[in-house]
C-alpha cells in the first residue's frame, strides 16, 4: 500500500479538457488553485480553448504537468489509461475522475471481467508510487458546476473519496471541500467499486447524512448476500 504525508495544495493539474475536465479545472480556479491543464493535440489548440471557457487555467503538456501540480486529475476515457505518463508520476498524488463505459470505451476485458473496482486495476498497472485516490467520477460534469455550495450550505452536497493512501485522502478531501461539496471518505479503493456507474450512489445528489446512510445500507445489503451465498 503507498502511503505518504498530506500535502499543501496550491496548484492542481488536470489531464483531459473534455466535459469533466472542464468542469473540474472551473471549480479549482473558483477556489483559487493555479491550474494547469494538459490534453491530446497540440498545447497551442489547449491554449485556445483555456483562454475562452477557463480565462486564468494555463495550457501545458502531459509530461510538463507533474513539474508544475501538487495534485494530478485524470479526466480521460478509461481506455487512454494506459496511454498516459504514468511513470512521471512517482510519489505524486493522482485523482482518478475516470468511469469504465463500454459505449465509450469499448469492451475492456480486464475491467469487463474483474471483481475489482476499476481503480484498483489502474493502480496495479500504474508505478507503485503513485498515490491514487478515487472521487469526482460519480458526479455529473454539468452537476460540479451547478451544485458547489460554500461550508455548511444545508443543500451541499457530498462526494465520495475512496483511496489506500490515507493522507492522500485527507489532502483530496481538502480539495473537494474547497471545490464546494461535502468530502466523505468511503474507505480503501476496493471500496470505491460504490462510486462506480451501476451503483446506488452513482449519480445520487445527496448530502453527507443521507450519502453516508445510503453507503451503510449498502453495506449491509452486501453483507446480507454474502451471508446467503455462503
Not at 496548484?11 to 472551473?26: L, M
Not at 503538456?61 to 487512454?80: H, N, Q, W
Amino acid at each position: 500500500m503507498n502511503t505518504g504525508a498530506a500535502v499543501e495544495v496550491r496548484s492542481v493539474g488536470i489531464i483531459g479538457a473534455g466535459k469533466a475536465g472542464v468542469a473540474i479545472a472551473g471549480r479549482a480556479l473558483a477556489a483559487g488553485y493555479r491550474v494547469h491543464i494538459a490534453a491530446s493535440g497540440p498545447t497551442e489548440r489547449t491554449a485556445l480553448v483555456t483562454r475562452i471557457v477557463l480565462p486564468g487555467a494555463l495550457a501545458v503538456t502531459a509530461e510538463e504537468l507533474p513539474g508544475v501540480s501538487d495534485v494530478i486529475f485524470v479526466c480521460v476515457p478509461l481506455r487512454k489509461w494506459r496511454t498516459l505518463p504514468a511513470d512521471l508520476w512517482t510519489g505524486r498524488i493522482v485523482v482518478d475522475v475516470m468511469n469504465y463505459w463500454p459505449p465509450a470505451d469499448g469492451i475492456l476485458p480486464e475491467f469487463e471481467t474483474s471483481e475489482r473496482s476499476s481503480s484498483e486495476i489502474v493502480r496495479d498497472g500504474w508505478p507503485a508510487s503513485v498515490r491514487l485516490v478515487k472521487t469526482l467520477n460519480h458526479i455529473g460534469y454539468h452537476d460540479i458546476e451547478e451544485c458547489a455550495r460554500p461550508a455548511g450550505a444545508p443543500d451541499r452536497v457530498a462526494l465520495g473519496i475512496a483511496g489506500d493512501d490515507r493522507a492522500a485522502v485527507v489532502t483530496v478531501a481538502g480539495i473537494v471541500d474547497a471545490f464546494g461539496f461535502d468530502p466523505v471518505d468511503v474507505g480503501a479503493l476496493a471500496a470505491g467499486a460504490v462510486l462506480q456507474p451501476g451503483r446506488d450512489l452513482f449519480g445520487a445528489l445527496l448530502g453527507g447524512a443521507a450519502f453516508q446512510a445510503a453507503l451503510q445500507d449498502g453495506r449491509q445489503r452486501e453483507n446480507l448476500a454474502e451471508c446467503s451465498a455462503a
